[in-house]
């Protein structure tokens, strides 16, 4: 028989935060909430909500747009209903292959492109930046140039510097990430191999007027990170780079092309700039999201701490700590508690399989939890822009009782961890528990996100869809009385 050592509301209510938490920084609601345009003035106003200052940009000439992340669509559809559609001159977005365009489009001066399937850049990124560079250099001292930037950029908004193939780039950042490197040193890397990475998008504009409003997807918001900075003037260099590589010791295994190109005199992000045209302003992050999930939680009625919004490290570390915690917590639970984390690990992989961290991440507590008695946990890790990994997934919601149900349909999960196949786990899990429980006992939850998006869960997998907004992960952990 299948334990259930929990009532499968715990697993909803876990949901339910995490989804209050994403739909806090809906990118619509972001800057509906910040943003304003004064008819008369023709001036823009946009209200900095972490500084709590105001800043004026007057544009008699108009406005162009451009924007590159998985939720900069909303956001320029926002910001253009705010917008006299005169006013708009042009523009370039690009979204990810696997953004569903909603009916409602754009003002016919403004061009969408779609580019890099499974978050690595591509073709379709060349090709789109290279007609964004094209507005861009048409532009003058007069102009305006309204920048959205979200999460995901850095794999829409690129071009290689010369001397470099898109693949070369695109097998770097892969070893990277196989080893487990964090945004930061992703980052210093893809900057000094792009034109328009790390200030490089400054070099291009003319001189015009910029206004970059950003949601960010980076531990701590640094400007310089959330998409590789296109808008933001440099702090880093060729040497960072060279030390990411060496530090990863990949120095010997990314193509020779690389290391030519780092070692050559100047680079992109070598001359620090401090423009007086250039405004930056964050307009959403990881604690908006954790604030509101703390609401519901309490209104759900968990005594609820957002314990941090600086999760990081390698998912195996990040698991034992975070079951250190939970067994320190149940030593004197008197009453259902939530603990709230946001941040982003990071996977080692040495194996073949399929998933994400946040998936594998939950695997490997599910594997801890197993023999805990001390009290009941639900555990959820989700991304917030709906996609863990490759993968049509942004998480999993596990509890003490999964890995004895795993072994009762046949499921070994230390050899799927093995292999970085997490959401293989999962996947075969949902499907065997749901043929081998009577109807009534199955599981499916449905929590409506928004008018066009949707969350369901059949036991541990969460799949949203891509939700248009991303701000790191979220990780909801439930704790009551066994």
Partial sequence: ???????????????????????????????????????????????????????????????????????????????????????????????????????QTLP??????????????????????????????????????????????????????????????????????????????????????????????????????????LISDVIGDPLDIIASGPTVPSVSSKQAAIDVLTHMQLQDKVPPS???ALQSPGAPGDASRSPSNVTNIVIGNNKVALRAAETKAVALGFTTRIISSTLSGEVSDVASSLFDTIRAMAQSLSQPTCLLYGGETTVNVVGKGVGGRNQELALRMAGLLQDFQKCTVTFLSCGTDGQDGPTDATGAVVNNATIHNAGIVGLDYQKFLAQNDSYTFFQQLDERTLLSCEPSTSTQHTTTLSPSSSSSSSRTLVKTGLTGTNVMDLVVILLSAP
Avoid at 29 to 47: D, I, S
Wanted: one cysteine or more; glycine letters at 6%.
């Fill in 258 to 260: 690389i290391i030519r």
């Fill in 1 to 103: 028989h299948f334990v259930t050592a929990l009532p499968l509301r715990m697993e909803a209510k876990a949901i339910a935060v995490f989804l209050a938490g994403v739909e806090a920084v809906s990118p619509t609601q972001l800057v509906n909430a910040c943003f304003e345009y004064e008819t008369k003035g023709t001036r823009l106003r946009v209200v900095d909500p972490r500084e709590k200052t105001v800043h004026q940009l007057d544009v008699p000439h108009g406005i162009w747009i451009l924007a590159f992340g998985k939720a900069v669509f909303p956001m320029v559809q926002s910001a253009c209903q705010l917008l006299p559609e005169a006013t708009i001159k042009g523009g370039v977005v690009i979204v990810p292959h696997a953004y569903e365009l909603p009916t």
């Fill in 108 to 213: 016919p001066s403004i061009r969408i492109f779609k580019a890099a399937k499974n978050n690595i850049p591509d073709e379709d990124s060349v090709a789109a930046t290279r007609e964004a560079l094209k507005m861009c250099s048409g532009l003058t001292e007069k102009d305006t140039l309204l920048t959205f930037v979200s999460g995901g950029g850095s794999a829409l908004l690129c071009m290689p510097i010369d001397g470099i193939s898109l693949q070369d780039k695109q097998t770097t950042i892969r070893l990277l990430a196989h080893r487990s490197a964090d945004i930061e040193q992703l980052n210093s890397v893809r900057a000094q191999l792009s034109l328009v990475k790390s200030g490089g998008l400054l070099n291009l504009c003319n001189g015009a007027s910029i206004l970059s409003l």
